[in-house]
């Protein structure tokens, strides 16, 4: 049997020469992505944050990106850098610092714009006991935080910030990437779960100050495991708010989610469907809370009850 | 299963609500239950208050006085003629 070769088994050296040369392919559960770049804000945060990631098979990816310095007068006095798929760049550039920040954004801009063989929602997703609960929100709501927070207490991550839907069998197809956290929530999460692995921080993003959490070894292991839809949690952060939970309307999440998918329309009757399937399976609830360790254990209720 | 109202509409009904998908301009909008039987009636009846308060009535098993009805037909009427469904 072969050994499955992961991006932390690879040398420095290594790593950086097949970002400068033909790209570190690696694998995010049924995608493959060629990332190129000579930044060493990347070369640091792949090996630390995809350390269990496998890599792909160099002869076929389903995204080639890159992340290079802009050029231009602009560039040269403040170096930025911006973000290429196939050679052409769908964002404008970014402040150097923030290259890893940008390969992060823009893999998720490549799975939100570009597969359309699935219906991909902006919600956070996390596993336990088979079962899925999708966490959709706004940004400042929380989502971000509880994630990676319950992934730390035995949930698997499937993702922060796309949930992937199989219109074949209505599952979650996980990616198991890293979590991207804002301002006070790093040192929230540091706090939580002080085991976890950050990437570099990076002040003064348009999202504020960022840093990526490294995925949990078993998550990125399980991968390939897909899991049954069973809750629609809007969770809403409120400082100092007592656990409130309430019943959301199933019609009211089929909306949100509908309305949070990137291609829900371009799906059509196939995404009409698939959701009406997802809802059709799903506690839909509202939850409020104040405290991570409160929120932890309604869920591992949920979970508890799930599986009896 | 969505229930499939003629050719052009599909709908997903639940206890607290229901969501429709329109083939015609592929939109999906969420209508109250009444207003999914209000769908379910003949063309002909839902254009014409009287025929719809009879029809729907009987379908209530007369359980609902006129005037109630009537004002949830009406309501029912404004709602699907709001997201362009009639």
């Given at each position: 049997?072969?050994?499955?070769?992961?991006?932390?088994?690879?040398?420095?050296?290594?790593?950086?020469?097949?970002?400068?040369?033909?790209?570190?392919?690696?694998?995010?559960?049924?995608?493959?992505?060629?990332?190129?770049?000579?930044?060493?804000?990347?070369?640091e945060?792949?090996?630390?944050?995809?350390?269990?990631?496998?890599?792909?098979?160099?002869?076929?990816?389903?995204?080639?990106v890159?992340?290079?310095?802009?050029?231009?007068?602009?560039?040269?006095?403040?170096?930025?850098?911006?973000?290429?798929?196939?050679?052409?760049?769908?964002?404008?550039p970014?402040?150097?610092?923030?290259?890893?920040?940008?390969?992060?954004?823009g893999?998720?801009w490549?799975?939100?714009?570009?597969?359309?063989?699935?219906?991909?929602?902006?919600?956070a997703?996390?596993?336990?006991?088979?079962?899925?609960?999708?966490?959709?929100?706004?940004?400042?709501?929380g989502?971000?935080?509880?994630?990676?927070?319950?992934?730390?207490?035995?949930?698997?991550?499937?993702?922060?910030?796309?949930?992937?839907?199989?219109?074949?069998?209505?599952?979650?197809?996980?990616?198991?990437?890293?979590?991207?956290?804002?301002?006070?929530?790093?040192?929230?999460?540091?706090?939580?779960?002080?085991?976890?692995?950050?990437?570099?921080?990076?002040?003064?993003?348009?999202?504020?100050?960022?840093?990526?959490?490294?995925?949990?070894?078993?998550?990125?292991?399980?991968?390939?495991?897909?899991?049954?839809?069973?809750?629609?949690?809007?969770?809403?952060?409120?400082?100092?708010?007592?656990?409130?939970?309430?019943?959301?309307?199933?019609?009211?999440?089929?909306?949100?989610?509908?309305?949070?998918?990137?291609?829900?329309?371009?799906?059509g009757?196939?995404?009409?469907?698939?959701?009406?399937?997802?809802?059709?399976?799903?506690?839909?609830?509202?939850?409020?809370?104040?405290?991570?360790d409160?929120?932890?254990?309604?869920?591992?209720?949920?979970a508890?009850?799930?599986?009896? | 299963?969505?229930?499939?109202?003629?050719?052009?509409?599909?709908?997903?009904?639940?206890?607290?609500?229901?969501?429709?998908?329109?083939?015609?301009?592929?939109?999906?909008?969420?209508?109250?239950?009444?207003?999914?039987?209000?769908?379910?009636?003949?063309?002909?009846?839902?254009?014409?208050?009287?025929?719809?308060?009879?029809?729907?009535?009987?379908?209530?098993?007369?359980?609902?006085?006129?005037?109630?009805?009537?004002?949830?037909?009406?309501?029912?009427?404004?709602?699907?003629?709001?997201?362009?469904l009639?």
């Amino acid at each position: 049997m072969t050994q499955t070769l992961r991006v932390g088994d690879l040398s420095r050296d290594e790593l950086r020469h097949r970002l400068h040369g033909a790209g570190l392919s690696l694998r995010s559960g049924p995608l493959v992505f060629e990332i190129r770049s000579r930044e060493p804000e990347i070369a640091e945060n792949l090996p630390r944050l995809y350390a269990d990631t496998p890599l792909g098979n160099a002869a076929f990816a389903d995204f080639h990106v890159e992340v290079r310095r802009a050029r231009g007068l602009r560039g040269w006095l403040k170096p930025q850098v911006e973000f290429l798929i196939d050679d052409r760049s769908p964002f404008q550039p970014l402040p150097r610092p923030q290259s890893f920040a940008m390969l992060e954004w823009g893999m998720n801009w490549c799975v939100a714009n570009h597969c359309h063989q699935y219906l991909v929602i902006h919600a956070a997703v996390i596993e336990r006991k088979g079962f899925a609960a999708i966490l959709p929100a706004p940004p400042g709501s929380g989502k971000s935080t509880l994630c990676a927070a319950l992934i730390h207490a035995g949930w698997r991550l499937c993702s922060d910030e796309l949930t992937v839907l199989d219109p074949a069998d209505g599952t979650v197809v996980a990616l198991a990437r890293p979590v991207s956290l804002k301002n006070a929530s790093i040192e929230v999460i540091g706090a939580f779960a002080p085991q976890a692995l950050f990437g570099s921080e990076v002040p003064d993003t348009k999202k504020g100050r960022v840093s990526h959490l490294k995925p949990p070894t078993d998550s990125v292991e399980n991968v390939g495991t897909r899991a049954k839809p069973r809750w629609v949690i809007f969770p809403q952060w409120q400082a100092g708010a007592a656990l409130e939970i309430g019943a959301q309307p199933k019609s009211h999440a089929f909306i949100q989610l509908a309305e949070n998918a990137f291609n829900y329309s371009m799906l059509g009757e196939t995404g009409f469907e698939l959701l009406g399937r997802v809802i059709d399976a799903s506690d839909c609830l509202s939850l409020r809370y104040s405290r991570l360790d409160e929120a932890i254990a309604w869920f591992n209720c949920l979970a508890d009850e799930a599986a009896r | 299963m969505p229930l499939e109202l003629g050719s052009r509409w599909l709908v997903r009904e639940w206890e607290d609500g229901a969501v429709l998908y329109d083939r015609k301009t592929g939109d999906t909008h969420a209508i109250d239950p009444f207003a999914v039987e209000f769908l379910c009636l003949p063309e002909s009846a839902r254009y014409d208050p009287a025929q719809a308060s009879r029809m729907l009535g009987e379908r209530l098993g007369g359980e609902i006085d006129a005037e109630t009805l009537r004002s949830a037909i009406d309501a029912a009427f404004e709602q699907l003629r709001r997201i362009e469904l009639l």
